[in-house]
């Protein structure tokens, strides 16, 4: 079992290679193999991580321990590239202090790249940096294995044009030796030698160019289905990654993964990869035309041909991270301009408006630089590539000429060689082209593969099984968003069906965190979550989600009509229970009164609702769902008195029956709740009625205090 990490930094910040162990009960840490120190975790409360300017540390930090951790006991120092590794290892020592149990530290943070040392970005079996070639090989067969045989045929078909094409140097030879030059035939015999080989020519070049154009019209046709199949692929998978996943991303990026990267894989697909048969066939072809014709003529040829094949694969990595970081200036472009649309009322209302387009220019400034480097690197590899491929082109010309002067070759011979020395160059220059080519493909087919490639939300253990929701038991749960900040610790407590729930507590103690968990948005790092009897992870995701519902402060509606918009909740739903979840959410009246009532459009260029009429949507979504658990996320706050009358008596009703969790910055709107969790830095202070709380004069009574005194304050 491994327990074992690797820290980076001595106590004097020096680099060393260190290592953490949790073995027998004990922390034992080594730097560079020696000097053994050993930490006993007996009378040990916490192993955590702490940030200095420049550096983080693990301390330990002794039960009774002091709040401001001057008595804490310094393990080992290490760089911000080592945080999620020793936050790993936190929670493995922490998850032994609670329990007594040793845990493995997950392989895939402890994966790194053999080469450089780089630690792998999650999900994803490759070093960005190094790029595995047999890695890019692998995904390039998978990507295109469903289109091998409409690849092929398009393929066959090109190539065929390209050696009927290739036939116009023979007749074109024939004609200058055959008949041009030729002084002993007779003139009807030239003449009609004359016609029929040109005639010839053009049926030849006509052909190649029918074949040409049906290869065509397949490759678009087969380019389009891949591109909108790959699309769908990595829409369909952005939509089950786990929130997780999510917040590693912006939105440019992953719309950037959308649309650009399939473009570029498909364009690159079938666009020069189509070619590779045609340009090998072709070369073959020519090759064993030119031995036949001179030998050494095209050794000339070749000869420059293995130094300009070693110089593209020198700078093929240089060009990938080119590449690479012209990608992820693009992507940052890309979310300041989503950033920049999606805030612009913010924007306006602060008068920000030249900050932004100053940030906006400093981004594309930087993607000017980038991309002209690059462009400007290109631009000067390029020529000299092509230079040196056509060098034999000259030697050819210099010798060959000479030969038809000694006599040694005919002149229909030379001009044969030289019109078919194009159709040797031009596999070469299309192999000379493919560094940038593929430096492009390869960095988008990295990209789209670490989003097909990244874990989903974990439905590994669901057992499909039918599921009646019950008791809510969180049995010693933590939790954290990064690996090395809890935010949650040891929450347990019970609450029974069709309970109501007020969760208090000051900003950022952890409410909304402890709702995130109850929506399976995100997993606990240890503990369990139980409902009805059942751990939450073993029930199917479908399941649970037709059985909760939520009502957000911030409430999200899409572009379309009213009605779509409260049926987003069940898309199974009759116009009369969509009518009934509105009348029920107090919504149906100002409804009618819209312009085109449940048709009105709402949404970008629609029609804009106020505060409370959006929210009223929003529990109107949550009633024709029919929850069996209910959570409200602030859900009356910002809103007048007179419509929080009116979304208060709607979640009353809505809240009959149901389970409900509900956060509320003012307190005297969870009046209505059977119980109140009070969490204060992550964990419950306090369980009760309002009653029983106010009586216990712990922190729920100095909020509803604080909240009086405010209210009174304000009246005066
Ligand atoms: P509350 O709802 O009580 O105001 P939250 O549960 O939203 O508190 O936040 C608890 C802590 O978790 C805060 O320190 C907050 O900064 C942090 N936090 C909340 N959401 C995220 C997130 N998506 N990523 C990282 N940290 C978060």
Not at 149 to 166: C, D, E, G, Q
Not at 347 to 360: H, L, P
Not at 672 to 680: D, K, P, S, T, Y
Request: glycine fraction near 6%; aromatic fraction near 8%; include cysteine.
């Amino acid at each position: 079992m491994n327990t074992t990490v690797h820290f980076d930094l001595t106590a004097k910040s020096d680099y060393c290679d260190g290592t953490l162990e949790l073995r027998g009960g004990q922390i034992v840490c080594a730097v560079n193999g020696e000097n053994e120190t050993v930490y006993p975790l007996s009378g040990v409360k916490e192993l955590v991580q702490r940030t200095y300017s420049g550096c983080s540390m693990l301390e330990l930090v002794p039960e009774n321990g002091k709040t401001d951790f001057s008595d804490s006991v310094p393990v080992c120092r290490f760089s911000m590239a080592k945080l999620n590794e020793m936050g790993e290892f936190c929670k493995v020592v922490n998850h032994y202090i609670e329990t007594g149990e040793e845990q493995e530290i997950p392989e895939e943070v402890l994966r790194v790249c053999p080469k450089c040392g780089r630690a792998y970005a999650k999900g994803v079996d490759v070093c960005l940096f190094c790029v595995d070639k047999a890695y890019l090989l692998r995904r390039t067969v998978q990507l295109v294995k469903p289109y091998v045989k409409p690849l092929l045929f398009a393929s066959v078909l090109v190539t065929l044009s390209s050696l009927l094409s290739a036939l116009a140097p023979m007749l074109n030879a024939r004609l200058v030796d055959g008949y041009l030059l030729a002084t002993d035939l007779p003139y009807d015999e030239v003449r009609c030698g004359i016609i029929t080989t040109v005639c010839l020519i053009g049926l030849v070049q006509v052909s190649s160019v029918f074949f040409r154009i049906i290869s065509n019209r397949r490759a678009n046709r087969i380019s389009c289905t891949m591109a909108d199949a790959l699309r769908k692929r990595i829409y369909d998978k952005i939509q089950r990654l786990s929130m997780t996943s999510m917040a590693k991303r912006t939105a440019g990026d992953l719309m950037k993964r959308v649309t650009r990267d399939t473009e570029t894989v498909r364009s690159f697909i079938t666009e020069h990869g189509l070619y590779a048969l045609e340009k090998l066939i072709s070369f073959v072809a020519v090759f064993v035309i030119l031995v036949s014709i001179s030998p050494f003529l095209t050794f000339l040829v070749l000869v420059p041909v293995p130094i300009v094949i070693f110089a593209i694969y020198k700078f093929w990595n240089r060009i990938h991270l080119r590449y690479e970081k012209q990608w992820r200036t693009e992507s940052r472009v890309n979310s300041i301009l989503h950033d920049i649309v999606k805030g612009i009322r913010v924007i306006k209302a602060f008068g920000t408006e030249n900050r932004e387009i100053e940030k906006f220019d400093g981004v594309c400034k930087k993607l000017f630089k980038v991309s002209a480097s690059n462009e400007h690197f290109w631009a000067l590899v390029f020529p000299w590539l092509t230079f040196f491929m056509g060098v034999g082109e000259f030697l050819v010309i210099l010798i060959g000429g000479s030969e038809v002067v000694k006599g040694t070759m005919s002149m229909g011979q030379l001009l044969e060689f030289t019109l078919f020395l194009a159709y040797i160059y031009s596999p070469l220059r299309w192999l000379s082209s493919m560094p940038r080519r593929l430096g492009e493909f390869t960095t988008s087919l990295i990209k789209i593969y670490e989003i097909l490639d990244e874990k989903e939300v974990d439905t590994d253990r669901a057992d499909g099984e039918e599921f009646t929701p019950g008791d809510i038991t969180f049995k010693n749960v933590r939790f954290g968003y990064k690996v090395y900040e809890t935010v949650l610790k040891n929450v347990s407590f019970t609450v029974k069906k069709g309970e109501m729930i007020g969760l208090v507590g000051h900003s950022g103690a952890g409410k909304s965190t402890l709702i995130n968990l109850i929506l399976r948005l995100y997993k606990p790092d240890s503990g369990l979550i139980t409902v009805g009897g059942k751990d939450i992870d073993t029930i199917p995701h479908e399941a649970y989600r037709q059985k909760t519902a939520v009502v957000f402060q911030e409430v999200f509606l899409f572009a379309g009509t009213i009605y779509d918009n409260i049926a987003y909740a069940r898309s199974d739903a009759t116009p009369a229970e969509v009518i009934a979840a509105a009348k029920a959410a107090n919504a149906h009246d100002f409804i009618m009164d819209l312009p085109d009532g449940y048709n009105t459009l709402i949404g970008e260029n629609g029609h804009n609702l106020s505060g409370g009429e959006r929210q009223r949507i929003s529990i109107a979504r949550a009633v024709l769902r029919n929850p069996e658990i209910l959570i409200l996320d602030e859900a009356t706050s910002a809103l007048d008195p007179e419509t929080e009358g009116a979304i208060q008596e709607a979640l009353v009703k809505l809240t009959e029956g149901r389970t409900t969790f509900a956060i509320a910055h003012r307190l005297s709107t969870l009046k209505n709740a059977n119980r109140l969790i009070v969490i204060e830095k992550g964990q419950i202070a306090e369980i009760g009625s309002h009653e029983e709380l106010m009586e216990h004069n712990g922190i729920y009574a100095k909020l509803i205090r604080a909240q009086r005194q405010t209210a009174k304050l304000t009246k005066d």
